[in-house]
Nanobody
Framework: QVLLVESGGGLVQAGGSLRLSCAASQRFLSTAFMGWFRQAPGKEREFVASIRWTGTKYYADSLKGRFTITRDNPKITVYLEMNSLKPEDTAVYYC??????????????????WGQGTQVTVSS
């Protein structure tokens, strides 16, 4: 049963923008703490951003100002707007959901459900 489905990845030139979407298929995820992680080739998965159903947002320090996370609670969808993209942003981006509303938002172990990932490639 697929609970989270990401979309919006693709190939973009450096300096460009992309908007990722993550749609949850089950209503119980409408109040889940939702996040984005990414994994570049040869690297560990890292935290990107997350958002509580109340709207409180968290970002990786290195991405503040370029990435924006939002959510549409009625649609149970989370978005990641990525601007001024750099080649080092190239990675598979994963959507995740935590139903316990963890305080450790940066820890992937805290998230209960994961999407399949969407590839983002930024060319120089």
């Amino acid at each position: 049963q697929v609970l989270l489905v990401e979309s919006g990845g693709g190939l973009v030139q450096a300096g460009g923008s992309l908007r990722l979407s993550c749609a949850a298929s089950q209503r119980f995820l409408s109040t889940a703490f939702m996040g984005w992680f990414r994994q570049a080739p040869g690297k560990e998965r890292e935290f990107v951003a997350s958002i509580r159903w109340t709207g409180t947002k968290y970002y990786a320090d290195s991405l503040k100002g370029r990435f924006t996370i939002t959510r549409d609670n009625p649609k149970i969808t989370v978005y990641l707007e990525m601007n001024s993209l750099k080649p080092e942003d190239t990675a598979v981006y994963y959507c995740a959901a935590d139903v316990h509303n963890t305080l450790n938002y940066w820890r992937q172990e805290e998230y209960d459900y994961w999407g399949q990932g969407t590839q983002v490639t930024v060319s120089s």
